[in-house]
Every structure is written in C-alpha cells, then in structure tokens.
C-alpha cells in the first residue's frame, strides 16, 4: 500500500509523457506531408541562427516591453524546470526534496530561493501579458483572426502558468521543515502568514495537494502545446535553424520550370520526341500550391512553430492599409489545413482521402494574396523566423501557372513582358530613347 | 548625351568597365528616364567607361516572378542571361533595386553570374576611389529624408550606402519612425505598381508619405524609380507638391554637382 503514490506517479508520467511522445510523432508525419528542401547546409551559420534567434532571443527585444517580458517568462520557465527534475526523482521513489541531501542546505537554498523569485517575476510578467491581451487597445490582439480559440488558446496558457506558479509557491510555503529551515523561502515566506492556526496535518495535504496539481499540471500543459500555439517553445529551436539563409529577397527559381523553358529555348530539341523511359513521372503534378502537401516541410514547421503574436501582421504594408492580407492568418490557416488533413489521413487508416478541401480558397483567398507587396516585412519581423511571404509566393504561381487566375491587370503586364520585353506597351525598339530627350 | 552600347563597344573591339542596366522604368517611364540621365552624368563625370545593352535589353522578369509567372521570369532571365554572357559582361549597375535583386540573386542560379551593384553603392566605390567629388553646398541645410525601398534594404540589407552619399551632399538627413529594417513598403513591390490595389482603407504610398511627412522634410530621397514614383503620387494627393520634392539620389547628387 506505501507504495501506490509512487505507482500512480510513475503511471501518470508515463501516460503524460506517451501521449505527448504520440502526438508529436503525429505532428512529424504531418510536417514530412511537405515536399523536399535542402535546409542541411551551412551548419556553423544554422547553429548560430538558433543560438541567437531562439535560444538568445535577439529578435524578441527589438520591441522592448514584449521582449523583456518574454524573457523573464522564458528564463524563468527554463530554470523552474531544474526543479521538475526534483520533483519527478521524489514522486518516483518516494523522497522528499532530494537535491536538499545531495546539494546541501546552502547550494539548494540558494536555488529554491532563486526559483521562488523567479516565479514570482513570471507570475507578474503573466499578469502584465494577460492585460496586454484583454485590457489593452494592442491592434495585433485584436485582429479578426484572433476572435475564438486563439484569443482563448492565448489567455489559456497565461492561466496554466499563473497557476503552476502559484501552485509551487503555496507548496513550499506549506512546507513546515523547508520552512523552519528558513533558507530559499524568500517568496514563499510572505504566504506562510496566511496559513496562522493550520494544524501540521493540513499544511501537510496543502503541501502534498499543491505539490501533486503542479505536477500533474506541468503534464498536462505538456500535452496541451499540441493543440496550442505554444508548440514555439519547442520548434523554435528546429524552426529557427532550418529558416532560409539567403539573402531575403532572393526567391527559389522553380527546377521544374527551368526544364521546360531550357527544353523550350533549345533549338536542338524536338518537339515531337517521344518522352524518355520513366520521364511521365517526372513530371510534377502542378506548379505552386494550392494546398499543404505543395509546400515544403519548412514551411509547414513554420505553421506549428507560429505562436500568432502578429508582430508579421502590425507591420505588413497591406493589412495597416485595410487589406484583408494577414501573415499571421496565412500561417494560422496552413497549420489548420494540416491538422484537418492530419485528421483525415488518422480516420482513413494511414491515407488521405480528398475531402474537396484545399488551403486556397476554403482557407486563404485569392484577394489575401494579391495584396502582398512581396516587402518582406513580416518575415523581417518574425522572432522565430518564420517566412509567411514564401507560402504567399507559392500560392501565387498555383493561381498564375495552373488557373491563369491572375488579376486582369497582371495579365497585360506579364502580356507586355512577353510581347515586347517591358512590364508596359511600348517598342523594345525604343528603348533607348532616354538617352537623347534632353 | 552620350550613351554608349555594348554593341558599338563591342565592333570597337572594347569592354567597358561596367554594363548600366536601365530596366524598363528607367527606360520607358518618363519620371524615371529623369533618374538614368542624373546618373549618366554622374558617370561621365567620374569618367566611367561603361556601355548598356540599349535595345537589346529586356525586363528582366521581376514582375513576372513576383505575380506567380515562373515560366515568364525564366524565359525572361534565360534570354537576358544569354545576350549578357555573349558580351562577356562581369559588372552590372542600376538603378532599379528590383533588378539589382534578381540579377543578384535570383540570376547565378540559371547560368548568368555576375558583380551586381545599386547604383548608391557604385557612387560611393566611385567616391572612395577618389573619381568622384560630392559637392556639399549647393543643397546645404535642406531637409532630407530617405525612403528605403524593399529589395534594397530588407532583401539585400543595403542600408548605409544611400544614407552615406546623402551624408555626404551636406544635407540634415532626418530619419522617419519606421526605417531600415523596419521601413514601411512604398506599395509598388510585388508587382502591385501594375494592378489597382485591393479593397482597404488607405493606399500603401500614402500611408508612407504621412511618415516622411512627419520629418519635415524638404527632400524625400529615393533609390528606386518605382518608390519615387508611389511616393510622388503620395505626395500629390497630400497637396505638398509645392513644398515637398521627391529626388533619386542619383538626382540629388547631379544636381549637388551642377551636372
């Protein structure tokens, strides 16, 4: 019987963990759905970009207040974890505050003492957070695509972390011996005046009550990031170091097209050859994307990765300006689509069966993509190094080269281009006439 | 005005130093016709020996690339890169930050490699090589803020070069809230200069003109012809076009030099 805590601890681990293990292999599967790219070069300059980007968080502070306030959240999260550690060893084996013994008075002290400020400071920072969101005229919070579960997936986790916070103050304050020892209480101390006149009995079900919510919170937090937003502080790291490394303005030049129009300028090349054994499959099956699987796994870990702070959208030239354009909402709507085909693929036993949706059009419409200037501000602001202008562009020559559905103005430029070799009707053979009108 | 072709240098049995790419603005748009003339100047001026292709130039598919057309850009990229490596041509400038960037980058990929300049950076080699004085009184004391254009700035992080040769022309250079990195799109990119925006509540450009505006500035520079464009219609529908010019650079430094 002494030991069903220790058994019900290691069987709540295990399922908490296994699910997480499961779902994440789902959203594996769902990332590899994306076609092929090369982001394996340039490891040195790969490492550094995740160093600085997500584990540095250089772009975060490039606005201040968010960015300090993250930080504080981020460090405190990272260093609280320390404490999970102990947390699990005592609930394996049935200890109590293992690293007090190993560590001693003083060091571990010093560490309880440090998390307790720590928390405290990620609490506030919280708090500050869930007012930005909800008491705040902040225009990115209050976008349209932010209405529903966003909003609600954002206040959710602010919720989680007050709570867990909170949780491991009241379970050390709780703590008559860690308490009467006096070292590392700095916050907690202030909590213990509340508790005058409890029996040792029922500080002790507080301590065990607080100490067994928090962790069976921790785990079911852990699980929550699938479904939420907060899958960035994970694919953060992966997601800044696969990021494109070219200069930003440089787009991929389609290889399938380059086939074609080499085939096509060739003078040697017959157009009535037969085509070469095996080549039918060689062709692709379309040109640009329509739908998740045309885009590449970057782009569809860039999905998961985006935590829908809008910094893309505040500064995209087209949504400041009443566009329908949102970055954000371009990224949102992947990561939708590729969950829904996610579901779908589950349901069908392992295959995809067409559901007559595809991302254009059932999830981003084509006015959203011919508002964008190609400015490249939202994936300049992007503090994980997202890059929602690649998915636009992909979209784009689905529209153009598949559906010829490009705006009818469009069409005359690129007519001109073709005709005479300028976005405009004028004669190449004019073309240097500059030259002698002054 | 003197401009010579690679085809006259060519029967000449010469190479010029460096290829002028015009681009279809600089070559057909009238306010931008202005922009290649200034720097033609200022070329001769430093005594550049350099050639463009004239007529035998073509767009060089940006637009295209931009609205989804890949079979265009290419087709586009593939017969410029043939005329351009039939010259043997090694060293491109221009003043159109959209073919500066293509050529750059999008361009070595398909066969067509070379040293690609904005012509603010090729000024200010010019000027570093001592072949070229900016004169700084003739502008002296006026206001002058620099728009950044995207495809200079964010997609190549040109960002110092404009901002010195501005420096360098006298002027007070006043900086608007959003700039650099963080500059606000003049509304032409991604070939929206060849389409009627869609439905909003503002145009792009004049959003951008309120924030130099806001500077006070005499002068709003530009280093590209399609910015310069969307900035002076800005300014246009403002009602500042008594009081406000919008100038290239290249523009800017001309007429510093009385060329």
């Known amino acids: ?438 | 005005m003197i401009v010579p072709t690679m085809a006259d240098m060519m029967a000449q049995g010469k190479q010029p130093e460096v290829l002028f790419w015009v681009g279809a603005a600089g070559s057909y748009d009238d306010r931008a016709k202005k922009i290649s003339r200034a720097f033609v100047k200022i070329l001769h001026q430093a005594k550049v020996d350099f050639a463009v292709l004239g007529t035998e130039e073509s767009s060089t598919g940006d637009a295209a690339k931009r609205s989804g057309n890949e079979f265009l850009f290419q087709m586009q990229a593939m017969m410029n890169i043939e005329v351009l490596n039939g010259y043997e041509v090694k060293k491109i400038v221009t003043c159109d930050p959209h073919s500066f960037n293509t050529l750059k980058n999008e361009y070595p990929s398909l066969g067509g490699k070379y040293e690609v300049y904005h012509h603010t950076q090729f000024i200010q080699n010019l000027i570093s090589e001592g072949r070229l004085d900016i004169d700084n009184t003739t502008l002296k004391g006026k206001r002058v803020t620099f728009h950044d254009p995207c495809y200079l700035g964010r997609a190549n992080e040109v960002y110092e070069s404009p901002r010195d040769l501005i420096k360098r022309l006298g002027v007070n250079l006043t900086e608007m809230k959003r700039n650099k990195s963080t500059a606000l799109c003049c509304g032409a990119g991604g070939a929206q200069m060849f389409k009627e925006p869609e439905k909003g509540d503002k145009d792009i450009n004049v959003l951008r003109t309120e924030d130099a505006l806001e500077t006070k500035p005499n002068i709003i520079a530009t280093g590209c012809p399609y910015c310069n464009t969307m900035m002076t219609d800005g300014i246009k529908f403002k009602e500042k076009e008594a009081e406000v010019l919008v100038k290239d650079i290249a523009e800017l430094i001309a007429e510093a030099n009385n060329l």
């Open chain 1, 1 to 438: 019987m002494q030991y069903l805590p220790n058994l019900f601890f290691a069987l709540a681990l295990i399922a908490g963990i296994g699910f997480f293990v499961m779902n994440i292999r789902k959203l594996s599967r769902n990332i590899k759905l994306g076609k092929d790219v090369n982001r394996t070069d340039k490891k040195p300059e790969r490492l550094k970009n995740m160093l600085m980007i997500a584990l540095g968080q250089s772009k975060m502070v490039k606005r201040p207040l968010s960015g300090f306030l993250h930080i504080v959240v981020y460090v405190g999260f990272i260093i609280i974890n320390i404490e999970v550690l102990e947390i699990i060893i005592d609930g394996l084996f049935g200890t109590h505050r293992v690293f007090k013994g190993l560590l001693g008075d003083g060091f571990y002290g010093f560490l309880i003492g440090t998390f307790e400020i720590l928390a405290t400071l990620v609490f506030v920072a919280v708090v500050i957070f869930w007012l930005r969101r909800n008491a705040s005229n902040i225009k990115r919070f209050l976008s349209k695509e932010m209405k529903g579960w966003p909003k609600n997936d954002g206040n959710n986790i602010l919720y989680f972390e007050m709570v867990l916070m909170s949780l491991f103050l009241i379970m050390n304050a709780a703590d008559i011996h860690f308490q009467e020892a006096g070292v590392g209480n700095t916050i907690s101390k202030f909590i213990v005046p509340l508790f005058d006149g409890f029996s040792a009995e029922t500080l002790h079900t507080i301590e065990r009550t607080s100490w067994w919510i928090h962790i069976l919170g921790i785990l079911v937090f852990l699980n929550y990031l699938y479904y939420s937003k907060h899958l960035h502080i994970l694919l953060a790291f992966p997601n800044t170091y696969f990021a494109n490394l070219n200069p930003k303005g440089q787009f991929n030049n389609l290889e399938s097209v380059t086939t074609e129009v080499k085939l096509m300028m060739d003078p040697d090349a017959d157009p009535y050859a037969a085509p070469a054994e095996g080549a039918e499959e060689a062709v692709p099956e379309k040109f640009g994307a329509s739908d998740v699987a045309d885009l590449n796994w970057v782009q569809l870990l860039n999905a998961y990765t985006c935590t829908k702070c809008g910094r893309c959208t505040s500064s995209c030239p087209a949504n400041l300006t009443g566009k329908e354009l949102s970055p954000r909402k371009i990224m949102m709507d992947t990561r939708d689509r590729l969950e829904e085909v996610g579901r779908n693929i589950d349901a069908n036993k392992g295959v995809f069966v067409d559901d007559g949706k595809q991302l254009l059009n059932d999830y981003i419409s084509p006015e959203e993509l011919w508002a964008c200037t190609s400015c490249n501000a939202c994936v300049e602001e992007c503090p994980v190094n997202i890059d929602p202008l690649s998915i636009i562009m992909d979209m784009r020559r689905y529209l153009v080269m598949e559906e010829s559905a490009a705006p009818q103005e469009l069409n005359m430029m690129m007519t001109n281009i073709e005709n005479n070799g300028a976005p405009w009707q004028y004669n190449q053979q004019d073309r240097l006439n500059w030259a002698n009108e002054e």
